[in-house]
């Protein structure tokens, strides 16, 4: 049943995960867009119970410090938004609790992306899907979202018949314990001295593993099956196909992506440029012979998609084909930014 509830100009937010990676940059984008909030909640596990984190205030809300609570059925009474980033389980142990509250989840895990009653968005693609939730919405994975808002100006010169796309995903994908392990074993491994990788299969430091998430029965893994099934959702084009091989590389943060795609029909490189230059949120860096092009280490911090190496596939024929490199910070775009735009979507309308 699609919900009913009016939501108030000045929400009640919690941010369920609060002390996590991608839980403090919803903090960053609460404040940066100045969400009208009324009161801000931090829910996080009862380690960190009683924690303080420095808020520089949003909406209604004062700048100072924010003491976390741990997370329990009752965090979310009288909780109108609650933005969800404390891995699957929680979101799923939750549910229940946020609706029985009358409060909407807007969940980044992957608990609920694929169910029918809940829409995937990214709000430059299909904000249109927001009117049929019921209580639950889902953010996408991080490295879907930034290669459908780099797509979604290319839409407009044809249809999108087959993308293949590798990712670079940078060791935060992995929350906090990823980064951290990143640097950890940088030292160790500078130093000479012996590490046991425990937030990844192998090795990060000095070193690319293409294994995210758990492999399925096919040789892919989760993460390329999400890549797979997300894109379909959110583009609601059940017929593109999509190739991805998801990689890990020893970078802090932002994921980059080698895309390749075939249209079905002739797609103009100069048009389909002007097409990325004109796109909401997405910026051209396309100037090879200066050397420009995005990269990981230029865009942390930012919120939009950044494209650039835009060139013709040859190996597509009748000039159907167009290659690109997308970077973005997946902690922002590819997660917090991506829900609390969401959450922006779900205000009433002035
Ligand atoms: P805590 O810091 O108290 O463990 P990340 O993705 O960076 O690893 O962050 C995960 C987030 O989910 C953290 O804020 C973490 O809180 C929170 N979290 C993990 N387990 C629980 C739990 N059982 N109940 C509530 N929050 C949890």
Redesign the pocket.
């Known amino acids: 049943m699609a919900w009913s509830k009016e939501m108030p100009a000045n929400p009640v937010v919690a941010v ?8 403090r940059e919803m903090l960053v984008c609460l404040e940066k867009l100045n969400f009208p909030a009324s009161e801000v909640r931090l ?3 009862a ?2 119970a009683g924690q303080k984190i420095p808020f520089a205030g949003c909406g209604q809300v004062p700048a100072g410090e924010l003491t976390v609570q741990e ?1 329990t059925e009752e965090s979310f009474q009288g909780v109108d938004i609650a933005l969800f ?3 699957a389980s ?1 979101s799923k142990k939750f549910r229940q609790a946020v609706v029985d509250a009358g409060a909407v989840m807007i969940d980044n895990s992957s608990a609920f992306r694929v169910d029918d009653d809940v829409p995937l968005v990214v709000p430059e693609v299909n904000a249109h899907d927001l009117a049929w939730h019921s209580g639950v919405i889902a953010n996408p994975n991080c490295t879907t979202i930034q290669m459908v808002v780099a797509l979604e100006p290319l839409r407009a010169l044809g249809h999108i018949d087959r993308i293949v796309v590798s990712s670079y995903q940078s060791a935060s994908g992995a ?3 990823g980064m951290a392990e990143l640097e950890d074993q940088i030292g160790k491994a500078l130093a000479g001295q012996d590490f046991e990788p425990a937030a990844f299969a192998h090795q990060i430091a000095f070193n690319c593993i293409p294994h995210i998430d758990v492999f399925m029965e096919d040789g892919y893994t989760k993460e390329e099956w999400k890549m797979v099934v997300e894109t379909k959702k959110i583009m609601g084009d059940p017929l593109v196909k999509v190739a991805p091989t998801c990689v890990r590389v020893p970078v802090l943060r932002c994921h980059s992506e080698s895309i390749n795609l075939e249209f079905d029909r002739p797609v103009d490189v100069e048009e389909a440029k002007k097409a990325l230059a004109n796109g909401v949120h997405v910026v051209l860096e396309d100037d090879p012979a200066s050397n420009v092009y995005p990269m990981p280490a230029l865009h942390a911090g930012s919120f939009d998609t950044f494209v650039g190496r835009v060139r013709r596939d040859p190996t597509v024929s009748g000039d159907r084909g167009l290659a690109l490199w997308v970077v973005a910070d997946q902690l922002l775009r590819g997660a917090a930014l991506n829900a609390v735009m969401i959450a922006q979507e779900l205000l009433p309308k002035a």
Do not use: H, Q
């Open positions: 369920a995960g609060a002390t996590g990676a991608v839980g829910l996080a596990s380690r960190s997370m980033s404390a891995g929680i929350g906090a314990k």
